[in-house]
Structure formats: C-alpha cells, structure tokens
C-alpha cells in the first residue's frame, strides 16, 4: 500500500515537472504493478482482516493521495516552481519512510548487540580478577566466622549433654504396659519386662 501511494505521488511529480517524461512511465508501470499486488493481497486476506485492509488501502491510496493532490492545485496554484517543491518533498519523505521502515525492526536488535558487546568486553576484562576477591573474601569470613565462634564459647557456658541427663524421664504407669523395655539406661542394651 505505501509503495503504491510512492509511485502514485511520484507519478504526479513527472506530471509537474517539466522533462519528467522518465519519471512518469517509471512510475505508472510500478503503481500498475502495485494496484495488481493489492488486489491480489486483498482477495487473499482472511475475512476477518479484509474489511480493515480495504479501509486502509482507501485511506492511504485514495484520501491522501486526493488530499496532496488538492493542496498543491488549489492552495499552490499561482506558484508552478512550488508545487513541484512540495510534491517533491512529499514524495522524498514518503519514500524514505518506505525504505527506512523494515529498520525500525533492526533498532532494537542494533541496540541489544551493543548491550550484549559491552557485556562481553567486561567479561573478557574482568573474568580472571573476579575469583581472588572472592576466594579472600570467603577465607576472611571462615576465619572471622572461627575466631567469632571462639570467643562465643568462652563468654558463653554451654552445658554438656550427657546422654541420661539430657533425655526426659519417662512416666509410665506399670499396670497399662506390660512389655515395655527401659531405654532410660547409660549401660548398653538389655532388655527388661516390667510386671
């Protein structure tokens, strides 16, 4: 569609410009090949993208096509050298904009190359210097880490846990359990009944 509009509004130029016998046969063989094109295209389109395609295509094609053309007959109509001025600017700006289109999706691709080359080049910098610090980081914190727990012992009196006295004492009422084994014992295993 805006390839189109580009041969169409360069198609008006040739018509302006005198000498621009050039510019309108190249111009009326490429919109007539572009009219083929959107036909096609719009007979193809899924129905439910149809109806806004042809909006599109008459708002582009024919409003601002028929709104360029009206400016510079009407308003530029005393003036021959600036309605060829204008048209050409238009017709340049479109024509830039046409081609610089498909860039605007390299944009982000440009800028996430730079990113990822700057990450690299730091990486590639940096990568050997980054494992001292943290090895001596890691050996300070185990010394500090030992020595703190050093003089925690010694401000601090930790009962020791010895295995009768640290375990609770059992209560149980002999009558309900008649096979119950004492575990309640700093002596090794042996089993007891109860009666």
């Known amino acids: 569609m ?25 111009n009326v063989a490429g919109a007539a090949l572009h ?13 439910n993208t149809k109806v806004r395609l042809v909006k599109l295509v ?4 024919i409003v601002f096509l028929g709104a360029v053309i009206l400016v510079t007959l009407v308003a530029l109509e005393n003036n021959k050298s600036s309605r060829i001025t204008f048209v050409g600017f238009v017709c340049a700006g479109l024509t830039i904009g046409m081609y610089a289109a498909p860039l605007s ?26 494992n001292i610090p943290e090895k001596l980081e890691e050996k300070m914190e185990e010394e500090e880490g030992s020595a703190h ?17 640290s375990l609770p004492k059992t209560s149980v009422v002999p009558q309900y359990n008649h096979n119950i084994i ?8 042996q089993p007891e009944m109860l009666s």
């Open 2 to 26: 805006t390839t189109l509009l580009s041969t169409s509004l360069w198609t008006f130029y040739g018509v302006l410009k005198p000498g621009g016998f050039l510019v309108v046969t190249v």
């Open 35 to 47: 009219i083929v094109y959107v036909i096609l295209f719009l007979i193809y389109a899924p129905n």
């Open 58 to 61: 008459g708002a582009v094609n």
């Open 105 to 130: 999706s390299m944009v982000p691709n440009g800028i996430g190359f730079l990113l990822a080359s700057a990450q690299l080049i730091l990486y590639m910098t940096y990568r050997n210097k980054s």
């Open 149 to 165: 727990l050093f003089k925690m012992q010694h401000l601090v009196e930790i009962p020791s846990l010895n295995k009768g006295h």
């Open 182 to 189: 004492k575990t309640l014992s700093l002596t090794s295993y």
